[in-house]
């Protein structure tokens, strides 16, 4: 697992959005900018189950992520990643309340539909290069 530094760290602590980039079935790409966090050296996401990134992944858990200071697209960190857990349930409905507060201050997620199942996706860093 590569290690991130305290650049990239204060890049996932701020409220800057995290753009996941997965394979789709047929090869093509699939990017999407998402709500992110930091776990024990990890980096999480949540989404929905059945999303595209949420199917790719599963299929194929290498993933490319970058994250750009909001205030300054020269401060940036492109990763390497792949995905090692999958968590439903209570947990993931607790990340996306924080995440929701994170980003735009709104306890519980105020989006959440009951048809809906959320997933914590983690991803282990394997390369991470810094602008």
């Known amino acids: 697992m590569a290690e991130l530094s305290d650049k990239a ?5 701020d409220p800057n959005l995290l753009c996941v980039g997965t394979v789709n079935s047929d090869g093509s790409p699939q990017v999407t900018p998402v709500w992110t966090a930091l ?10 189950v059945g999303r595209a990134k949420e ?8 993933v490319g992520l970058s994250i750009t200071a909001k205030d300054d697209p ?3 960190v492109d990763i ?15 990340q996306i309340d924080d995440l929701s507060e994170k980003y735009i201050g709104q306890r519980p997620y105020p989006w959440r539909r009951e048809s809906e199942q959320r ?5 282990e860093p394997v390369r991470v290069h810094e602008m």
Do not use: Q
Request: aromatic share 10%; charged share 35%; hydrophobic share 40%.
């Open 9 to 13: 760290k204060a890049l996932f602590e």
């Open 39 to 48: 776990d024990n050296g990890h980096i999480t996401f949540n989404t929905a």
């Open 55 to 62: 199917r790719n992944l599963r299929r194929d858990p290498r």
């Open 74 to 76: 020269f401060k940036k």
């Open 80 to 94: 390497v990643g792949r995905v090692v857990d999958f968590i439903e349930g209570d947990e993931a409905y607790a």
């Open 119 to 123: 997933v914590k996706v983690v991803i």
